[in-house]
């Protein structure tokens, strides 16, 4: 072979990729609602009448393309997804969701190698990163039937189910928290038990399994909060240790909690602390010897702001949990005495006024996110075993008994991509 080769891309094997032009062009026009394509050919999609899954192809060699186009320019009424079958999408695995939403886009893409997989090269100058499927299940855990500290747990299903309890589930404790990391688990952390403040934490796999005892993760202490932020790491913030403190610990997505970070806003305990935004967190209420109302936004890096104050009536024993894909709520508490009042969180973090009358009032329950875009509240003081539902419009249920072992000051976090 002689003269310049242009624009070409070299495989592994040695063998050089086609240009775009030298694509091979599929002659049917796609309007089904899946299609598994090849490598090195181009398609049309129409999706005028239904949105398109993709399917890739589960082997690819370096250099491999392929190219997507908007036939009818409805990408944005009904979306193109990708299924990378296997392999990698721009560094993130095929559990994550690759949906393209605007109109009249053409997307080109060239497989790379096996850690970014397939990376798009054009997509008509629109950013699509790959979005995290939402989490489904969700498990509360640990904390106080009066006298005795337990270490039980219970798993919630996709719709909301709550199941019987577990037990033997690392040191028993009350007064801790618990947030979801990594996309897909969760860990409680932190609590009170054996007589002393705890800085352990017990990982929750994405089957709901919890783990044995990991010590030494930042000053021990109690009545904190936790909340995941940044799509798949989480926070820990606040608590008691014989006073009030403002320090936090960061997960990374592997589940590893760092040393303290100091000094971020108001010292205080028995707050409450969720996600919103996307990948966001704050926290929120609590008391520093006195009730307050303030919060604390947390951004997409973990970095913790400044007081904000008059966010709802002050109270502390109160949980929080987000809803709706991209909201929070927090709920319940301690007034002048137990409460059922709640607050909407919006997807910038602005806290709305109260919301009265949802369900039995009561302080110290758990909250977490479940079924992708609602959220549950459990259990609570009086050793109680109600859960309440939120729905994805943030409407809190009425309450559901009968939900395993009363108690009071657990946890609960979000875990899980399978339904």
């Known amino acids: 072979m002689s003269g310049k080769i242009i624009d070409n891309v070299t ?20 309007t089904a609602s899946t299609v598994t394509v090849e490598s090195n050919r181009g398609y049309w999609i129409n999706t005028t009448s239904n949105a398109c ?20 320019r409805n990408f944005a009424t009904n979306n193109l997804i990708i299924d990378s079958n ?25 497989f790379s ?17 790959p979005v995290a499927p939402a989490t489904q299940r969700a498990i509360f855990g ?7 500290r337990v270490s039980l747990t219970n798993l919630v299903n996709s719709s909301g189910v709550v199941a019987s309890d577990v037990t033997g589930v690392g040191t028993a404790r009350n007064a801790l928290a618990a947030t979801g990391y990594g996309g897909d688990k969760g860990l409680f952390g932190y609590g009170y038990g054996s007589s002393s403040y705890q800085s352990i934490t017990n990982l929750i796999s994405n089957s709901g399994v919890v783990a044995s005892d990991t010590s030494g993760v930042g000053t021990a202490r109690n009545y904190l909060a936790a909340s995941s932020y940044g799509g798949d790491k989480a926070i820990f913030g606040y608590g008691f240790t014989g006073s009030r403190v403002s320090m936090t610990n960061l997960v990374n997505s592997s589940g590893v909690v760092a040393s303290d970070v100091t000094g971020v806003g108001t010292g205080r305990s028995d ?26 936004l947390v951004s997409n890096l973990g970095v913790v702001a400044s007081d904000t104050t008059g966010v709802g009536t002050a109270r502390w024993g109160l949980a929080a949990a987000g809803y709706g894909t991209d909201k929070a709520i927090f709920a319940y508490g301690y007034v002048n ?5 709640s607050n909407l969180v919006s997807n910038s973090g602005v806290v709305a006024s109260d919301t009265t009358g949802v369900g039995t009032a009561r302080y110290y329950p758990a909250a977490a996110r479940y079924g992708g875009d609602k959220a549950i509240f459990g259990y609570g003081n009086g050793n109680v075993s109600m859960t309440n539902l939120v729905n994805n419009e943030g409407t809190v249920g009425s309450d559901v008994s009968g939900v395993g072992t009363g108690r009071t000051e657990l946890a609960a976090a979000e875990y899980s991509y399978s339904a």
């Open 53 to 72: 899954t993709v399917t890739l192809p589960s082997s690819a060699s370096i250099g491999d393309q392929i190219i997507l186009v908007d036939y009818a």
């Open 271 to 296: 707050l409450a602390a969720a996600s919103y935004g996307g990948d966001k967190a704050l926290f929120g209420y609590g008391t520093t010897g006195t009730r307050v109302s303030l919060t604390n």
């Open 11 to 30: 495989r592994s094997s040695g063998t050089i990729a086609a240009t775009t032009g030298g694509l091979n062009w599929d002659s049917d026009v796609i």
């Open 142 to 148: 640990y904390g106080s039937t009066g006298t005795p």
């Open 86 to 110: 296997g392999n990698n999408f721009q560094g993130e695995t095929d559990a994550f969701i690759v949906d393209y939403t605007t109109n009249a886009q053409s997307i080109s893409i060239v």
């Open 337 to 341: 005495a137990a409460s059922s009042l």
């Open 113 to 129: 190698d096996s850690t970014k997989g397939w990376i798009p090269i054009s997509d008509d100058a629109v950013t699509e990163a």
